[in-house]
């Protein structure tokens, strides 16, 4: 065999059918493993109007101030006072009803305001500011060997947005979220700083927490801090009638620290199945472990997509988590990371359309009757249907004494229910029909729903799930009596109503 | 015949395929999420003509396949007309579309340019794409795909019909045997 020179080799292998096959599969392949995960479009815009996740309510404002500096933010207040502009607060807008911003208002966007200012190992605790989001804080306090006490099951919303809601996740222990703010600054309507604790006889944290950014700006805030234990996860598969007394049964035994469920909304076994996922204490602590990044998400993003074409696409996707918490039974997380689930993978971009969260609150031991009247509400299957139900989490939210508008009144298990639907007037019309049918039955339950989304229910509605409503309304007058905060859940619930409310 | 199918639809072919190409950026533009994927997508639409250049060139009885280029090339074209905007699996299926494009777009440009009317339709194919593009700035079309599939569906006659003249031919010739 008579080899060829060098520059002759090269040459002849571009031109090798075989090479440049190769070349296409192995590019074409590393395209299809960069493909970006689309994202919804959202946010603040001068030019354009401003939306918050869902974009349902986009509205035209008068200007974005980039928080940076206390002073500035004080000035700003002080001057809206003067002049009769209105402010509305914006974290990372992952609310759904209008909370961030208000028709011609200034909008103070805290993204900016985000440094962790002090961490106190002995005393457990962290001081940071409100735009920083938990995953800032868990990268602060992670080296420490500690974690919070209590966050959403996802770490990417600002301390700020998440304390104005009260938000809840998958901690069992330490009560609400708002029982485990320390200290708080708040910059009040009439422009003063103050900080404020629990037993402070003004009662500010009462309406700043679950406040909806309407008594003021969080400035800073310093939360309590627990160890980051690791846990061992414990999944198994259960009956929906099982699980209140599975429940009472973990609650009573300390071993577990953190749990929720899912309940399935596939055809074949529609609010029959669930399945439960615990986090079960070891009693080592861990400063090692990296917090987690989330890997995956196009392959997650594929599945939940056939997933969400319904019928047997849902069964299939029921069927495929169910092995997929098989396989993790018996792994170990740490607190950190079982606090950081994963989001991108969720991302809807189906134009025409939009995807929405809606939370139904329900006394623990009236999950199952109440369950049992939801399935005869609801069609088991909605492959056709133009709203869809996608998925149903359960998650435990202890009663709240700590702020005004509280939406566990007593220990309530809240059921996140993802939805799809159309944006044509019939199809909104249809959501807002099916979602009071359903406020309504939770309602008779002693029930109530969770404030942060967009606003299907009535006034009515509202004002039945929040008895406090009244007081907090007064408080609002009180301590804002230029109305200086104010965004579209304030206008729709308190002022003016759905349309045929008016 | 063989004559005429070689003068006038290879012309038809590449004169068709540059007065869409506006049409099917846009739709392509639609389906890529990024600029980056939409220059990828392009990327591998020139590997894979590049690889099927270079088939036409390493393989000996390859006109034989040309009607089933232009029917491949037509179906695509078709294809991409019905796919949806809102499809969630776009970006991948439009992947797919380029690569199996560009092959045949490559495989067909290597056979074209050993035609020997080649030189006398590269200069008319620039007038006729001239022509054809201000015809068609004209027209108010509603969608791109309209065109797209228009042509698409000229295509994959085309191929058919000399696939099967093709048959045709073949069967009086072996009758004459
Ligand atoms: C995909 C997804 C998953 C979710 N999961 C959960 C969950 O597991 N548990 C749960 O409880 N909730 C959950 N939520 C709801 C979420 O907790 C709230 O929407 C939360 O407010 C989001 O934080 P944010 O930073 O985006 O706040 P934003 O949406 O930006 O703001 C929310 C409210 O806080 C006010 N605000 C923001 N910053 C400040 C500040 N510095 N001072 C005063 N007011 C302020 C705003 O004015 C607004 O009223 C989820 C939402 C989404 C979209």
Redesign the pocket.
Known sequence: MKLLPIKLQKHALHKNPWFLGLIVFMFSVWIVLNIPIEKRKYGLSQSNLTT??TGLLPERIKGIVKAGDRTELQRIVKEANKNGHHI?????????GG??YYKDSVVLD?KTFNKVLEIDEQYKTVKVE??ATWGDVQAAIQPYGLALKVT???SI??I???L??N???RDIRFGPMAGTVKEMTILTPTGEIKTVTRNDSEEWLKY?LGG??LF???LDVTLELTENEVYTIHTRVLNIKDYESYFSNLLRNDDTAMHYARVSVAPSTFLDEMYIIDYKKTGTQDNQTPLKEEHGARIGKMAIDLGRKGGSWEDLFWENQKLLIKSIDGDKITRNNAMRGN?AF?EYTKPSRVEV?QEFFIPVDQYEEYISDLKNMLPDNDKDDDFKIHNITVRYAPKDNYTGLNYAKEDMFGL?VLIQHGLQENEMDNAEAIIQKWTDLTLEYGGSY?L?YYHYQSKEQFQRSYPGWGKFHQEKLKRDPNGLFQ?I?YNYYFIEGASHEK | MKNKSERYIPLVVSVGQVAIFPYYIIWLKQASITFTLFAWLFAAFSFTAALGYRIFQSKKNTSSFIPFIYMGMGSLYVLVSILSNSFEFLPYIALLIQVILGFLQGYYHAWHIERKAYRLHAVNHYLLVGSVMVVLSFVKILSPVIIISAFGGVLFMIGFGLAWVTQVTCIELDDVK
């Open positions: 918050d996740y509305s607060v914006a974290g990372l807008q992952h609310s759904q909370h961030t805290m409100s735009g959403q099951s996802q919303f600002t700020g947005g998440s104005s809601v938000a809840h996740g700043v909806y950014g003021g700006v969080i989001s969720m969260l996140v969770y942060p965004n859940f």
